[in-house]
T-cell receptor, first 114, second 116 residues
Framework: AQSVTQPDIHITVSEGASLELRCNYS??????LFWYVQSPGQGLQLLLK??????LVQGIKGFEAEFKRSQSSFNLRKPSVHWSDAAEYFC????????????FGTGTRLTIIP | GAVVSQHPSWVICKSGTSVKIECRSL??????MFWYRQFPKQSLMLMAT?????????EQGVEKDKFLINHASLTLSTLTVTSAHPEDSSFYIC????????????FGDGTRLSIL
């Protein structure tokens, strides 16, 4: 079965510092991968997606992610974080085609310190 | 970008009442909508998949008689929590996707349900 692992439950980063959130997936074929962000009490907002092609994907808010098939990873990066980036981040993979069900990772909570 | 509207955003009601939550896709036709439940500090748990004009498909362990889902049009799906009890208190989130298989799910802002 498909699965997504986000090894870091909580990460604290200083404002202006670089960020990398890890995501590993287990899937037999080429995966469709997503990163979503959730602010407290809100729904999820799509940051970026990967289906095929260029393995470095650009998203909104200055985020990017790199698909590495050899490592089964899809890590999210940002060169310089802002206080407004504090939120919960979820990696997800399409786990069932036809209706495109998503399997989510457990999430990584990002805290930004001044 | 694609917008999904979820209403109400917050509801408090007495135990035993039924609560209806609406999920609308505002600028695209959603052939499939999903309903999730999220417990504090946890990830999203898929409850059911709803395809327009057909019965919803429920995940294992989700009571279909407790959580009634209707997807009567390409832009509206509703979740009704019947005879709600305190253990049904949670954050419920819907999502919708367009027919293109590569389109991502777009999420509503969620509904905070509190049963007294």
């Amino acid at each position: 079965a498909q699965s997504v692992t986000q090894p870091d439950i909580h990460i604290t980063v200083s404002e202006g510092a670089s960020l990398e959130l890890r995501c590993n997936y287990s899937y037999g074929a080429t995966p469709y991968l997503f990163w979503y962000v959730q602010s407290p009490g809100q729904g999820l907002q799509l940051l970026l997606k990967y289906f095929s092609g260029d393995t470095l994907v650009q998203g909104i808010k200055g985020f990017e992610a790199e698909f590495k098939r050899s490592q089964s990873s899809f890590n999210l990066r940002k060169p310089s974080v802002h206080w407004s980036d504090a939120a919960e981040y979820f990696c997800a993979v399409v786990s069932e085609f036809g209706n495109e069900k998503l399997t989510f990772g457990t999430g990584t909570r990002l805290t930004i310190i001044p | 970008g694609a917008v999904v509207s979820q209403h109400p955003s917050w509801v408090i009601c007495k135990s035993g009442t039924s609560v209806k939550i609406e999920c609308r896709s505002l600028d695209f036709q959603a052939t499939t909508m999903f309903w999730y439940r999220q417990f504090p500090k946890q990830s999203l748990m898929l409850m059911a998949t709803s395809n327009e004009g057909s019965k919803a498909t429920y995940e294992q362990g989700v009571e279909k008689d407790k959580f009634l889902i209707n997807h009567a049009s390409l832009t509206l799906s509703t979740l009704t929590v019947t005879s709600a009890h305190p253990e049904d208190s949670s954050f419920y989130i819907c999502s919708a996707r367009a027919p293109d298989a590569r389109e991502p799910q777009h999420f509503g802002d969620g509904t905070r349900l509190s049963i007294l």
